[in-house]
């Protein structure tokens, strides 16, 4: 009988979700994703690990059987330098007490490289997974400078294994960089203790959830709400970097009485207010799969975006895809006053995600991309 490989997940603020912290201080779809399919794989018996920043906790420490090793304080040492000490000696020690077989990392950035090249020494699996369609494009404009770049661009070439999110990811991989990928569904946990939404005439409270940046295009909803008088936009979320596209966006959003902006909350307060939302809207230019799609649909909400990865939305009616403002507000408009339409959209988001976004679903994925014997289309 072969052992079980030990895997090592590189999710540097992954840590708050580990030890479920009230409210992380990261919080975003890598981070959901990697717990998630970390404690997974922990459950059927893993020996499951993850490198995360240095907050201060002990080395090693152990929360739901999995092992946490720290590698580097987020803010620590002198700038410049510190891109080689402590950032990438920490990662480089972390990796090695981690002693696992596979290393899995996602997202686009300097730890794709990184990981790889320190795998490639020991003889080590390293699988990356993607995070956004930004991942996939020759410019990648999510990255700011040529050494990120690079790193990934390498990291990228030298995985053993690349996850794709969706067919689009899979065809953009395969064109812009001759990679072949595996795709793997993004997924979310179902609690079984959430009610699938009222659809009542007076529901006209809609969320937004994300990161408070340009990408995102959270400044769209002030024009949105000025359209909409009697429609609550509760938004969720905060930024990581404090900038001039920040401040003008809480400054104008401060004038609109009907956008509530309430930063990062604990999880009790956000399933509060999830099961008072009519929909989800998502302002997004561009996305990968996103988690709060999924955590919407498994609660039966439906989804109002300018994004639709892979077509999904429309082509399973699990909310609707406008592409244009002025179509995106006169649809809003239109499904909040319509809770027969929403109740329709209510039913299939929720039984589209029990049939293919499911935690059980993705970790049995994920075995079988680690055990060699994927079909790299199976979508």
């Not at 401060?254 to 307060?269: D, F, N, T, W, Y």
Request: net charge neutral.
């Amino acid at each position: 009988m072969t052992a079980k490989p030990r895997i090592c997940f590189v999710g540097l603020k992954c840590y708050d979700l580990l030890t479920d912290a009230p409210t992380p201080r990261y919080i975003g779809g890598i981070e959901n994703q990697l717990v998630l399919l970390g404690r997974g794989l922990a459950e059927r018996a893993y020996a499951v690990s993850f490198v995360t920043f240095d907050h201060g906790q002990p080395d090693g420490v152990c929360h739901n059987d999995i092992r946490i090793y720290k590698a580097f304080r987020s803010k620590g040492g002198i700038p410049i330098v510190r891109f080689v000490h402590p950032r990438w000696t920490g990662l480089r020690a972390a990796l090695a007490r981690a002693d696992a077989d596979v290393y899995c990392q996602m997202g686009a950035g300097c730890e794709t490289g990184q990981v790889a090249l320190w795998c490639g020494q020991r003889q080590k699996r390293f699988v990356f997974a993607t995070a956004s369609d930004a991942n996939c494009l020759p410019d990648l404009p999510s990255l700011k400078s040529r050494r990120e770049k690079w790193l990934y661009r390498y990291g990228l070439s030298k995985a053993e294994t690349v996850i794709s999110q969706t067919r689009r990811q899979y065809d953009m991989l395969l064109n812009h960089y001759r990679r072949p990928s595996e795709i793997l569904r993004a997924f979310t946990r179902c609690d079984s203790g959430h009610s699938v939404p009222g659809v009542s005439p007076d529901r006209r409270r809609v969320l937004w959830i994300g990161r408070i940046c340009p990408e995102k295009r959270p400044h769209l909803l002030v024009d949105l709400s000025r359209d909409l008088p009697g429609c609550t936009v509760d938004v969720i979320g905060d930024a990581n970097v404090d900038n001039q596209y920040v401040q003008d966006f809480r400054r104008e959003a401060a004038r609109c009485p009907s956008i509530v902006l309430h930063g990062k909350v604990s999880q009790e307060r956000l399933d509060a207010m999830y099961s008072e939302a009519a929909l989800l809207i998502s302002t997004s230019e561009m996305e990968g799969f996103p988690v709060i799609f999924l955590e919407a649909w498994s609660r039966g909400i439906p989804v109002l975006s300018t994004f639709d990865p892979d077509g999904v939305i429309a082509d399973h009616g699990l909310g609707w895809h406008e592409s244009d403002m002025e179509r995106f507000t006169i649809t809003l408009r239109k499904v909040t006053d319509s809770p027969e339409e929403r109740r329709e959209a209510s039913d299939a988001a929720l039984s589209y995600y029990l049939a293919h976004h499911t935690v059980d679903a993705a970790v049995a994925r994920f075995e079988t991309i680690c055990a060699g014997h994927s079909d790299s289309v199976c979508v």
